[in-house]
C-alpha cells in the first residue's frame, strides 16, 4: 500500500489505540489516532486515501453517531468498526449504512489488515473517480447551451437528421456543433461521449 | 472462787486443791466435747477415749483401751500412720500439720468418712502420751461437695451456652463443650457424635480430654451399632461404674490398661429425634451429680446443634440467594465487563501479531520489541485484575467478615462500574471522608450492596435526557456509625416507594427485584440499616450505616 494514505483510528482505550497503530505501521501504513468522536470531527481530514477504524463504545458520541454525522456531511470516508463484545443488532445497523467491516474485539490482525486494505482501495477509488467526474464536468461546462443541447439528444440516440428537425436548424450545423462539442469533451468516438455523459449525470447510482 | 481459800491450809494442801480443780475442769470438757478426744502412748496404743468416741467412731471408750489407735482408721492410712509415727519418735520430725488436718476416719461398722484432727504430745515419767481432737466433719463436707457439685453444673450450662454463643463451626462450638466436660466433670476424655443427615451413622465431631483426633475407628459409628450406636437408637443412656466387667465395653484391655472406672453416654435428643451422643469415661466413680450435671449438659448440647443448623440453613440460603442475585447484577453489567476486558486482550494481540509481522520481516529491533513487550505485560496485568475483580465479586464463600475500609470497597465497586457509568453518561461525585474508623465486614457482600445501589442509580437516569449525576457519599453519621450514600438524579422513588424493599417487587424489565431486598438483608446482617428517601430536587438517596469495629481508631 502506499504511503499516500491515511488511517484513522478512534478509540478511547489509549493501549488499545497504540497497539492498532503498531500493528498498522507493520505495513507500511499512516496512521492518526484519536480518543474521542468529536476530535476526530473537529478536524480538517486530509485530502488523500483514508479510512475510520472506529469503535463502536466511545464516550459523548457513539461510533455509529460518527457515522450518521460524516454521511449527513456528505463525507464519504469507508468505516471498519470495532466492538468489545458481538453486538448483532448494531453491527447490522452499521453495516447497512456503509461499512466496510465489522471486527470482535480482540480481532485477527489479518482481518483488520484486509478491511483496511479493502477500505483505502475504495476510498482511492472513489477519490479517483471523483477527479474524473469533475474533469468532465468542467468540460461539459465549456460547452455552449446548444452543443449541450444537442449532445444530450445524441446520447440519447437521436440521429443528426432528427435533431435538425427538432432543433429548427440545418443538419450541417447540427454536424459541426457536434464535432466541437466531442472536440471539446476529448471523447473519441460517440459511445465514449455517451460513459462520459453517464458518469456526470449518475455517479451516485454506482457508488457502494 | 480462790475466795473460799482457808487460811489453816498449807501450801501444799492449796498446790493439790488448784490441781484437783483443773483436772475436774479438764474431765468436764473432754466427757462433754462433742469432737472425739483420744490419748495414746509411745506404742500407739489407746489410753484413754471420751464418750463422744462412741457416737463418732461407734466403739465404746472402754472396748478401745489398749487398742492401736489405727483401728479407727481406714486401711490405706494405718502404714502411713506407723511410718510417720516412729519416725517422729526417733526423729522429732512431724509428717502431718498436727493443728487442723483433714484425714479419713474409720467407724467401728467398716464406714469411712472425712475427719479433721488436732493432736499435742506432754511426757509422764519420761514417757510420751499424745492426745487428739478428732471431728466429725461429714456433714461440713457434703455441704461442700454439694455446692461443688452445684458449681459444676453451672459451670458446664455455661461453658456450653457460651461456646454456643459464638460464630463459630459446629465442630468448634462442639470441641468447647467436650472441653468443658473433661474440664468440670474430671473426665479423662468426653466426645460428642453427631446423626448423619440420613440416619445411618454417628459422626465424630468432637474429642477432649487424653484423647483429641477425630480419625480412626470412632470416628464413623453405625446406627445401633457398639454402645455408641445403642445409645443413639435405644435414646436411652447407659451408666457404668465398672468398665471392666460392662458386657457393652468391648475393649476391656484398654480400659484396664488405662484405668478406666466409669462411662457415661447420654443420647442427644430434640423432641423424639435423636441428633447425636455425647460420652465420656472417668478413672473416678460417676456420682449422681456427675451424671445430672451431664443429663443436663446433653440437653443444652441437643438443643443447642439444633439451633445451630437452623441457622446455618438460614444463611446457606441468604447465601445463595445473595450469590444469584449477584450473578443476576454481574448479568447486567456483562456487556461493559466484556468489553474492558477485551481491550487489554485486543492490544496484548495486536502487540503480539505486529511484533510477529516485524520478526517474519527480518525488521524487528530490539527497542521496537522492548516496547511492545512492556504493553503486553501492563494489558495482561490489567486483564487479570479486571477478572480478579469479577471473580471476587461472584465468588460463592460463604460470609467472611474483616476489618474493612468502607472507602476501598467505594473505590473497587466504581471500577466494576466505572464503564457503566462512562457509556451512559453519568457524572460521578465521590464524596468520600478520609481516615474513616474500620467496620467489620464482608467486602464482597459491601460490594455487592453498593454496585446494587449504583446500578439502581444509573438504571433511574436513563430518562433523564439532561445531567446525569451520581454522588457517592462516605461518613461518619450522628450516632458514629459510617453511613454510606448513594444519590441520584433521576426519576425517584415514586409511587413504589413504600414497596421497593420487597423481594420480586421490580419496575425494571430484566430485573429480578430481588436487589434492594437483599442488599438490605446484607446490611441488617452486619448490624447495620439501609433505607431510601427522595433526593432534592430530583432523584432518590439510598443511605446505608455500618457498625463501627471494635478497637478501630475513632
Redesign the interface.
Known amino acids: 500500500m502506499t504511503t499516500a494514505s491515511i488511517v484513522f483510528v478512534v478509540d478511547d482505550d489509549p493501549s488499545v489505540r497504540s497497539s492498532i497503530k503498531f500493528l498498522l505501521s507493520t505495513v507500511g501504513l499512516q496512521v492518526e489516532s484519536f480518543e474521542s468522536a468529536d476530535t476526530l470531527l473537529h478536524k480538517k481530514l486530509p485530502d488523500v486515501p483514508s479510512c475510520l477504524v472506529l469503535d463502536v463504545r466511545l464516550r459523548g458520541l457513539s461510533g455509529i453517531d460518527i457515522q450518521r454525522t460524516l454521511a449527513a456531511r456528505n463525507i464519504q470516508i469507508p468505516i471498519i468498526f470495532l466492538t468489545g463484545h458481538g453486538d448483532i443488532p448494531m453491527s447490522v445497523r452499521a453495516m447497512k449504512a456503509g461499512a466496510i467491516e465489522f471486527l470482535t474485539k480482540p480481532f485477527r490482525d489479518q482481518d483488520l489488515l484486509d478491511a483496511v486494505r479493502v477500505a483505502l482501495e475504495q476510498d482511492r477509488a472513489r477519490r479517483e473517480k471523483e477527479v474524473e467526474v469533475t474533469d468532465l464536468q468542467r468540460r461539459f461546462d465549456s460547452l455552449t447551451a446548444r452543443e449541450q443541447q444537442v449532445i444530450a439528444m445524441l446520447v440519447s440516440g437521436m440521429l443528426n437528421k432528427q435533431i435538425a428537425s427538432e432543433l429548427g436548424t440545418a443538419e450541417s450545423t447540427v454536424k459541426v456543433q457536434r464535432s466541437r462539442a466531442m472536440e471539446k469533451m476529448q471523447a473519441q468516438s460517440l459511445v465514449d461521449l455517451a460513459k462520459m455523459i453517464e458518469k456526470i449525470k449518475g455517479p451516485s447510482e454506482k457508488a457502494s | 472462787m480462790t475466795s473460799e481459800r482457808h487460811p489453816a491450809q498449807t501450801d501444799r494442801e492449796r498446790e493439790e486443791s488448784a490441781l484437783r480443780y483443773s483436772e475436774q475442769n479438764y474431765r468436764l470438757v473432754v466427757e462433754t466435747a462433742p469432737d472425739a478426744v483420744i490419748s495414746i502412748d509411745e506404742s500407739g496404743a489407746i489410753l484413754f477415749a471420751n464418750p463422744a468416741t462412741a457416737r463418732i467412731f461407734g466403739y465404746d471408750p472402754t472396748e478401745l483401751i489398749g487398742k492401736p489407735l489405727t483401728i479407727l482408721m481406714p486401711e490405706f492410712l494405718r502404714k502411713l500412720h506407723e511410718n510417720g509415727f516412729s519416725r517422729y519418735l526417733a526423729t522429732g520430725q512431724r509428717h502431718i500439720n498436727w493443728q487442723g488436718t483433714e484425714l479419713t476416719g474409720l467407724r467401728k461398722h467398716g464406714q469411712e468418712f472425712p475427719v479433721e484432727i488436732s493432736f499435742g504430745e506432754l511426757s509422764r515419767d519420761g514417757h510420751k502420751v499424745f492426745t487428739g481432737f478428732i471431728r466429725d466433719i461429714s456433714e461440713r463436707k457434703q455441704a461442700e461437695e454439694m455446692r461443688a457439685a452445684h458449681a459444676r453444673q453451672i459451670a458446664v450450662r455455661a461453658d456450653v451456652s457460651i461456646a454456643f454463643g459464638k460464630e463459630e463451626s459446629l465442630k468448634t462450638i462442639l470441641g468447647e463443650c467436650s472441653e468443658a466436660i473433661v474440664r468440670h466433670l474430671d473426665a479423662a476424655f468426653a466426645r460428642i457424635w453427631t446423626l448423619s443427615d440420613d440416619g445411618k451413622m454417628l459422626e465424630l465431631q468432637a474429642s477432649a480430654g487424653m484423647y483429641t483426633h477425630l480419625g480412626g475407628p470412632h470416628s464413623e459409628i453405625p446406627m445401633g451399632q457398639f454402645k455408641i450406636g445403642m445409645i443413639a437408637q435405644e435414646r436411652k443412656p447407659h451408666l457404668t461404674n465398672d468398665v471392666l466387667n460392662d458386657p457393652r465395653i468391648s475393649n476391656r484391655a484398654w480400659a484396664e490398661k488405662e484405668g478406666m472406672a466409669s462411662f457415661a453416654g447420654y443420647p442427644l435428643s430434640v423432641g423424639d429425634r435423636t441428633i447425636g451422643v455425647l460420652a465420656m469415661f472417668s478413672r473416678k466413680q460417676l456420682t449422681p451429680d456427675t451424671t445430672e450435671t451431664l443429663a443436663s449438659g446433653a440437653d443444652l448440647i441437643a438443643q443447642g446443634i439444633e439451633r445451630k443448623r437452623a441457622q446455618e440453613a438460614l444463611q446457606m440460603t441468604q447465601a445463595e440467594l445473595a450469590r444469584v442475585s449477584r450473578l443476576t447484577t454481574m448479568g447486567e453489567l456483562?456487556?461493559s465487563i466484556?468489553?474492558?476486558v477485551?481491550?487489554?486482550?485486543?492490544?496484548?494481540?495486536?502487540?503480539s501479531?505486529?511484533c510477529l509481522?516485524?520478526l517474519a520481516?527480518d525488521n524487528l529491533k530490539p527497542e521496537v520489541l522492548r516496547r511492545?513487550l512492556e504493553?503486553i505485560v501492563?494489558?495482561g496485568n490489567?486483564a487479570s485484575a479486571i477478572v480478579t475483580r469479577i471473580r471476587g465479586f461472584i465468588k460463592k464463600d460463604p460470609a467472611e467478615k474483616n476489618r474493612v475500609d468502607i472507602n476501598d470497597v467505594i473505590q473497587e465497586v466504581l471500577a466494576l462500574a466505572d464503564r457503566e457509568l462512562?457509556?451512559n453518561?453519568v457524572r460521578l461525585e465521590r464524596q468520600l471522608t478520609k481516615a474513616l474508623p474500620l467496620v467489620f465486614a464482608d467486602r464482597v457482600q459491601m460490594q455487592q450492596v453498593l454496585l446494587n445501589l449504583i446500578m439502581n442509580g444509573i438504571e433511574a437516569m436513563i430518562a433523564v435526557t439532561d445531567e446525569r449525576s451520581l454522588w457517592v457519599e462516605s461518613r461518619v453519621d450522628e450516632s458514629g456509625d459510617i453511613l454510606v450514600a448513594v444519590r441520584d438524579s433521576g426519576t425517584g422513588l415514586g409511587s413504589g416507594a413504600d414497596r421497593i424493599f420487597t423481594p420480586f417487587f421490580t419496575t425494571k424489565a430484566s430485573g429480578m427485584g430481588m436487589g434492594l431486598s437483599i442488599s438490605r438483608s446484607l446490611v441488617e446482617n452486619h448490624g447495620g440499616r439501609l433505607w431510601a428517601a427522595p433526593n432534592f430536587p430530583i432523584g432518590a438517596v439510598f443511605s446505608f450505616t455500618l457498625p463501627v469495629s471494635a478497637g478501630s481508631p475513632a
Open positions: 456483562a456487556a466484556a468489553h474492558e477485551n481491550q487489554p486482550l485486543t492490544a496484548v494481540t495486536n502487540n501479531n505486529a509481522r516485524l520481516a511492545a504493553e501492563a494489558d490489567r462512562y457509556e453518561r
